[in-house]
């Protein structure tokens, strides 16, 4: 967020026009895709628009997605219509919904709400062969959860996408996004071979400067030192082989 806001001010004083950064939550709108329920998530749009509001970034308006459905007509129906056209294809072989499923599939498993188990579940259900062809157990559960989460998800975007949503919602806007892609300009831009984010994973430093980001569950069982940001919490950052902080 003070990223988006500091990008808004720059460019005002570049340009002399006035800016405005429209921030849309996706919470509410795939909570279920994620196995989180629809509270959690609009407790977190909500403490989002909290934050706005706290630290006065006055250039930032969030807007919950799902409030721009009814720009398009039976928005519901297209998606889930859309969604068995999807997964009739996967279904059938075609090949271009099979390298879109590939892609996506992964990434819906691994964000997977499993808050509150045990360690030693986390790591079976994680550490398990990711093949579609398992049939055991939890993990196959899962991966048949994240299986329609995927039709799900890729589903949304094509409508979204062909009916042209965001540009009716927000004519002529500059499409930022937080994950780097195509078509979509970067808040942060990142070199192409780096696959974790900043906001994704926790920082390692090692002899006083930056090494590396790591999701924290991964860290678990590392000794590493760690250190505190007064006021919050969670760990700040992780430091690597050193004990002297700089």
């Known amino acids: 967020l003070w990223r988006l806001e500091q990008i808004a001010?720059?460019?005002?004083?570049?340009?002399?026009?006035?800016?405005?950064?429209?921030?849309?939550?996706?919470?509410?709108?795939?909570?279920?895709?994620?196995?989180?329920?629809?509270?959690?998530?609009?407790?977190?749009?909500?403490?989002?628009?909290?934050?706005?509001?706290i630290f006065k970034l006055n250039h930032l308006h969030p807007v919950d997605l799902a409030s721009l459905h009814c720009l398009v007509l039976d928005w519901d129906k297209k998606v889930r219509l859309k969604a068995l056209e999807?997964?009739?294809a996967y279904q059938k072989g075609k090949l271009k919904i099979i390298e879109q499923v590939k892609r996506v599939w992964p990434v819906m498993f691994v964000t997977l709400n499993v808050r509150g188990w045990p360690d030693a579940k986390i790591k079976q259900?994680?550490?398990?062969?990711?093949?579609?062809?398992?049939?055991?157990?939890?993990?196959?559960?899962?991966?048949?959860?994240?299986?329609?989460?995927?039709?799900?998800?890729?589903a949304y975007n094509e409508v979204k996408r062909n009916s042209n949503l965001m540009n009716l919602?927000?004519?002529?806007?500059?499409k930022l996004t937080?994950?780097?892609?195509?078509?979509?300009?970067?808040?942060?831009?990142?070199?192409?071979?780096?696959?974790k984010l900043p906001y994704y994973g926790v920082p390692i430093v090692k002899n006083g400067k930056f090494y590396d980001i790591e999701y924290q569950y991964d860290l678990k069982d590392k000794k590493l030192k760690y250190y505190y940001f007064p006021g919050f919490a969670e760990k700040f950052f992780y430091v690597l082989n050193t004990t002297k902080l700089i």
């Open 169 to 174: 919602a927000f004519p002529d806007a500059i």
């Open 86 to 88: 999807i997964q009739k």
């Open 178 to 195: 937080v994950t780097p892609k195509k078509n979509a300009i970067g808040i942060w831009w990142v070199k192409q071979e780096i696959e």
């Open 9 to 53: 001010i720059e460019v005002e004083k570049l340009t002399g026009a006035t800016v405005e950064m429209m921030v849309c939550l996706e919470g509410t709108v795939f909570h279920f895709l994620a196995m989180v329920s629809k509270f959690e998530a609009q407790t977190y749009q909500d403490k989002v628009s909290d934050l706005v509001k």
């Open 125 to 154: 259900l994680f550490w398990k062969s990711n093949k579609l062809s398992d049939q055991r157990g939890v993990w196959a559960e899962f991966a048949n959860y994240a299986l329609d989460s995927t039709f799900d998800y890729l």
